[in-house]
């Protein structure tokens, strides 16, 4: 179809020629009148098929002028055979005529091809357009289907549920009353009716018995003597409608011999009974929702005679070869294994089926009933739904059960064969009355097993399924104790809960019950009011649990942060006693190298191991006595120590440390015992700055020991003074600390000899020379005074003192700054740890 036609050159025109005459006919000897010519120099290809065109017999010699004639007339798409190649002037054309109709030809057929070739590319282009069209609508229409699909779900079921409530509401037992007319010979033997119809109520009937009393019996709905099969009908079809919605369902008439049980359930040919209606409803009901739900049924027959189970449907039903009886099935329903299950599709089938059946009954003659029925009849409708939506599958039953004819043997004169079988009919509807009163009476066991006709129908009576009762009465009042007996069965069915008389309850009852109702409402909306304060209280608590969690939490982590502080202060007070420890031994150390003037006698001065903080190791610790050394009891054990080991000229020593630890304790102020160098103010700068003193000393007293040289402000004149120990001082130079004050005559032998500023660790000679002491008025105004603790040394100079006095290294700079870095560590810690606790006690 793609290749291209190409015309034959005039150079192979001969060889054509000759192809053709050898042939002897162009057309390969079909010649005929379809016109459907081979071009033999054209390639094989179905267009070289051509085929005339409908007007094909203007063409031939009407349209050609000359023999070549012309093809411009026709179509581009209509290949016409030249009217030259027929008959026997084919010779004289094969000529420049022929090559140039071939050429058209060969036009043509280009067209040809092109034409298709756009046509299959345009099919090509609306496939595709319709590929995506239909990928579209699908996208758009899936989730409308989904929707739509889950809509009708939802509204199936609301449907079934409403309806289900509907025959809930009515009862799940109902029972229905019929009485039949008087028959003819009832009449002629003179009998009477004896019930009484209120046409105004349609659920109440009154016997009239023998004395002439009337007793009153209520039914769900009461048919008299003229009410037809299709009001019967009428009133049952709910009930049957429910076996489509998978409910099992099980209608069944009750009554004496005669009294019409057969004639409702079957009916004749001419009246249909419920049976039939039943089936050609469930038939009609099923095609009308045939495009949302495929329903199956099959139908089963068989009957219960004399406590066995005979398949009606069987082929020799007389002669069974296997005896059926009932098992119980895996979804705890019960079955009769090798029963037929015919399916059917149409009421006709079913008609045949109940007819075949109905032949197959055990009946026989009774004085009351010609062809009484002396077994239990059951149909049993077996309705398999698919739900074509949801994909919901049901399988339900529905029992049309003719029951044989309750009977008097005595009254029915029957014996031999006809009296086993009323006692055996008798036995199973007292099996029946007995299974009815224990629904009634809603006992834990239900005697289901005590007949076969009570077995089979287990799973069709009481729980959720819907039991419908047909009490067949005779108005004949020759039956009268045989319709109270009936009367009285079905009063007792009546009175399952669920039934009809809750229903219809007197008015009095249902005020009762309404006002019981509007009390329940109320006590329902309190209970929902409660509900809601009960969550909400739940909501609150939960909420607060979280909290109490969190802050439990919380606790935890203070506490341990706590401990973790208490460590770090632990290591801490050892750290700064190995710092303190080790600058008292440096300072030793540094005292002995540079010989720094005593700041008493040499004696009365306490070795700087013996003031420390810090305890000796354990091992290296000496108890001459039973007193163990603490923190707090150091200020004692220093005084003891002095007091015992210092010679006679030393008086008691006071301890000059206050314990780093967070141990409170009220901390004696200590004398100073220190003296400074400063710059000797004016006696007008004195005074303010004493007060200030009173301050720092106050300071001093609250904090530990500060490895600090204070600059304290000094008489501009040394004066003598009296020390507590009776000693006359100067205190000029060391007034601020009386401790360690120098007396004026060691003060006149120091000589300094360390050059000032020489090194960060030598010592600086910030102490005017001794002979500047020995001045009693200053030399100058700005005159130095520089107090050196014993203790100090030169610091680095990186580290700078808080108060440099001069530039460049400071007096005990790095101590200085260690010592205060180490307390403002200590003040943070405790502060945190006071944090913490105060948060750990919140
Ligand atoms: N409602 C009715 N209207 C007219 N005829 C009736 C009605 N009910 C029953 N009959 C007639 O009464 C006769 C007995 O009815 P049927 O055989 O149905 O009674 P039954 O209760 O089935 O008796 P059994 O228990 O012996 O089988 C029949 O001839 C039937 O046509």
Redesign the pocket.
């Known amino acids: 179809m793609g290749e291209e036609f190409v015309p034959p050159s005039p150079l192979s025109h001969h060889k054509e020629s000759a192809s053709v005459e050898e042939h002897g006919d162009p057309l390969h000897g079909h010649r005929d009148q379809t016109q459907d010519i081979h071009l033999d120099a054209a390639p094989v290809s179905p267009l070289h098929v051509v085929h005339c065109d409908q007007d094909q017999n203007l063409a031939p010699s009407e349209a050609m002028d000359g023999k070549g004639g012309s093809f411009q007339e026709y179509k581009d798409d209509c290949l016409i055979p030249s009217p030259v190649l027929k008959g026997d002037a084919v010779d004289s054309f094969f000529g420049p005529d022929l090559l140039s109709s071939l050429q058209l030809l060969g036009t043509k057929y280009n067209n040809l091809v092109k034409k298709c070739q756009d046509q299959s590319a345009e099919t090509e282009t609306l496939q595709a357009d319709y590929e995506l069209l239909s990928s579209k609508c699908l996208q758009e229409c899936e989730p409308r289907y989904e929707d739509l699909k889950k809509k009708y779900t939802r509204e199936c079921s609301e449907r079934k549920r409403l309806y289900n409530e509907l025959i809930e509401l009515r009862g799940n037992i109902r029972v229905f009353c ?4 008087l ?1 003819s010979d009832e009449v002629s033997t003179g009998h009477t009716s004896v019930i009484e119809f209120d046409r105004t109520q349609d659920s109440e009937l009154q016997v009239v018995c023998s004395d002439n009393s009337k007793k009153q019996f209520k039914f769900d709905h009461i ?1 008299g ?1 003229d ?1 037809n099969q299709e009001a019967v009908f009428a009133e049952t079809l709910p009930v049957v409608n429910s076996v489509l919605d998978g409910y099992n369902v099980c209608i069944f ?1 009750y ?10 359930m ?1 009916g ?1 040919p001419e ?1 249909r009974g419920v049976n039939y209606r039943a089936l050609e409803e469930l038939f009609r009901t099923s095609s009308e929702r045939s495009s949302t739900v495929r329903y199956e049924f099959s139908v089963s027959m068989l009957e219960v005679y004399n406590e066995k189970i005979r398949d009606l449907l069987a082929e020799n039903s007389d002669h069974p070869t296997k005896k059926l009886e009932i098992k119980q099935v895996a979804d705890g329903t019960q079955d009769v294994p090798g029963l037929v299950e015919a399916q059917t599709c149409s009421i006709g089938e079913v008609w045949e089926m109940l007819k075949t059946g109905g032949k197959n009954r055990s ?1 026989g003659s ?1 004085s ?2 010609e ?4 077994s239990h009849c059951l149909v049993r409708v077996t309705v398999k739904g698919e739900y074509l939506v949801s994909g919901q599958r049901s399988r339900s039953h529905l029992w049309l059960v ?4 309750s ?1 008097r043997v005595g009254k029915i004169e029957v014996e031999g064969e006809r009296l086993k079988e009323s006692q055996f009919i008798n036995k199973s509807l007292s099996a029946l009355g007995d299974v009815i009163s224990a629904l009634a009476a809603k006992t834990p066991h239900i005697p289901y097993r005590n007949s076969k006709l009570t077995h089979l129908l287990q799973s069709s009576l009481g729980g959720d399924c819907k039991t419908l009762m047909f009490t ?1 009465i005779s108005p004949s009042s020759g039956d009268l104790g045989e319709t109270l007996c009936t009367l009285n069965f079905s009063t007792r069915v009546r009175g399952i809960e669920h039934g009809p008389a809750r229903k219809q309850a007197d008015p009095a009852e249902s005020f009762k019950l309404k006002q019981m109702a509007e009390k329940l409402r109320q006590e329902e909306k309190e209970s929902a009011r409660l509900n809601e304060s009960l969550q909400l209280m739940h909501i609150k608590y939960a909420s607060r649990e979280n909290v109490f969690k969190t802050l439990q939490e919380k606790i935890k982590e203070a506490e341990q942060t706590c401990r973790h502080y208490q460590t770090k202060v632990k290591d801490l007070e050892n750290q700064l006693a190995d710092n303190k420890n080790s600058r008292a031994q440096a300072l030793t150390r540094d005292s002995a190298k540079f010989l720094k003037p005593p700041l008493a006698p040499i004696k009365e001065r306490q070795p700087l191991g013996r003031i420390t903080n810090r305890l000796p190791p354990s091992g290296l610790r000496r108890c001459s006595t039973a007193t163990v050394r603490t923190f707090e009891n150091k200020e004692n054990i220093l005084e003891r120590d002095k007091s015992t080991t210092t010679g006679p000229s030393k008086g008691p020593m006071k301890a000059r440390r206050v314990s780093l630890t967070t141990i409170v304790r009220s901390i004696p102020v200590q004398p100073k015992r220190r003296a400074s160098i400063a710059i000797l103010p004016s006696q007008a700068e004195t005074r303010p700055l004493q007060n200030a003193r009173a301050t720092n000393r106050l300071s001093q007293s609250r904090m530990p020991r500060r490895s600090v040289a204070a600059v304290n402000p000094l008489p501009t004149t040394p004066v003598a003074v009296a020390t507590p120990d009776g000693k006359r001082r100067f205190s000029n130079f060391l007034s601020c600390s009386s401790k360690y004050n120098s007396p004026p005559n060691s003060q006149k032998m120091w000589r300094p000899n360390v050059p000032t500023f020489a090194s960060p660790r030598q010592s600086v000679q910030l102490v005017p020379s001794p002979a500047s002491f020995s001045c009693t008025k200053p030399t100058s105004v700005n005159k130095l005074c520089f107090s050196v603790q014993k203790r100090v040394v030169v610091g680095s100079p990186a580290a700078q003192p808080r108060y440099p006095m001069f530039p460049g290294p400071s007096i005990s700079n790095q101590a200085l700054f260690r010592d205060k870095e180490m307390v403002r560590r200590l003040g943070t810690a405790q502060r945190v740890l006071c944090k913490n606790r105060r948060q750990s006690v919140i």
């Open positions: 019929r009485c039949r007319p028959s048919f003597p009410a008439a009554g004496q011999t005669g009294t019409g049980k057969t004639f409702t079957e004749t009246n009946v009774t009351a009933n062809l009484s029925s002396r003719d029951l044989a004819g009977e067949q």
